[in-house]
């Protein structure tokens, strides 16, 4: 199959389109920044925002998997507007599956950025294509990459209260590339970790993981959205789901998965991925949800 993939430069289409191109499929990958194209992998310069670029990207393409994100610092301008821009793009070009990555608890908790993401999904299930949303949990790149930002912090602030079922993006891409494979469903699928820990036991493994001595503070995170996680809206039972904890994310035994591919691929000068964090205290899940990161080590 050809794909496309938008948000092929952010931390889940850097698994994503190397697991693609494995499958044997032909990607086409967007981004807001001109790549050269190599082997398998043709890369194709979008603004989701504007929609410019958009009608060459879909142009022949079976099935487009869009990742791709502002968070609320865009306010949802790619979440909503553009998937809009994309829908439409999409129909005129006739391409036959459309599938969306979404946040477990979306639905149930559409609070922040959970909001844009549940109003992407209704877009996408009203578009008339072929259609699949992929909610997932938070991917463990994304923790460590948090957690990383509060350890300039003289104490880590837990809630032990507030739960997480952490997901690794290798696996997600992988259910990702077998529900593309199988064509729509026309539902909602969602993909968890294979654990669900508390933001105590996070932070005491990431900590002893990356060698930083610093206590951990006891407190009640406020707000809607860590009530909505308190209670599990932000966890899925569904079935399969990840292997990979986040105990052996933080110390794998061997290397998981390659990531020479998707750094040499992938990272662009406008990716989140590469973009310094402006505004760490903005920090909540699926509240500050830029999913920005430091740049790759
Ligand atoms: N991070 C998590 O923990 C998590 C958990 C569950 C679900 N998800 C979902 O998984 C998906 C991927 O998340 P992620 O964390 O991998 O994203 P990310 O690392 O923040 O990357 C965002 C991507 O969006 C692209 N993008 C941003 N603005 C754009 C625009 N105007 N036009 C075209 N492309 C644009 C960026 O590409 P360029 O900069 O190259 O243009 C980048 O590749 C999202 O749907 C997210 O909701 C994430």
Redesign the pocket.
């Known amino acids: 199959m050809r794909i496309l993939v938008?948000?092929?430069?952010?931390?889940?289409?850097g698994a994503l389109v190397p697991a693609l191109v494995k499958a044997g499929h032909q990607v086409r990958a967007?981004?807001?920044?001109k790549r050269e194209s190599r082997g398998n992998v043709e890369w194709v310069w979008?603004?989701?925002?504007s929609g410019n670029g958009l009608p060459e990207a879909v142009r022949g393409v079976d099935a487009v998997a869009h990742?791709?994100?502002?968070?609320r610092r865009?306010r949802g301008a790619?979440d909503i507007p553009?998937t809009r821009l994309l829908i439409v793009a999409a129909r005129e070009a006739g391409v036959g599956h459309l599938l969306l990555?979404?946040?477990v608890g979306a639905d149930r908790a559409p609070i922040g950025y959970l909001r844009y993401?549940l109003e992407a999904e209704r877009l996408v299930g009203e578009s008339g294509l072929g259609w699949t949303v992929l909610r997932?949990?938070?991917?463990h790149q994304?923790l460590d990459r948090r957690l990383h930002d509060f350890a300039g912090l003289p104490a880590l602030p837990v809630d032990p209260t507030v739960i997480w079922q952490p997901v690794h993006t290798g696996e997600v891409a992988a259910r990702a590339a077998a529900l593309l494979a199988a064509g729509p469903l026309g539902t909602d699928v969602e993909f968890g970790g294979p654990e669900v820990i508390g933001t105590d036991e996070l932070a005491k493994a990431w900590l002893r993981a990356r060698n930083q001595r610093r206590p951990c503070l006891r407190v009640r995170y406020p707000g809607r959205l860590y009530a909505a996680q308190r209670a599990g809206d932000l966890t899925t039972d569904a079935t399969p789901k990840g292997k990979i904890t986040w105990q052996e994310y933080l110390t794998p035994p061997a290397p998981i998965v390659s990531d020479d591919f998707a750094s040499e691929h992938t990272a662009?000068p406008?990716?989140?991925?590469t973009q310094p964090e402006q505004d760490p205290d903005l920090h909540v899940y699926g509240g500050d949800e830029?999913?920005e990161r430091p740049t790759r080590g």
Do not use: E, M, Q
Not at 136 to 139: N, Q, S
């Open positions: 938008t948000g092929a430069t952010g931390t889940l289409g967007l981004s807001r920044t979008g603004d989701l925002c990742l791709a994100t502002s968070g865009g790619v553009g990555t979404s946040v993401k997932a949990t938070p991917f994304w662009s406008t990716s989140p991925a830029g999913y």
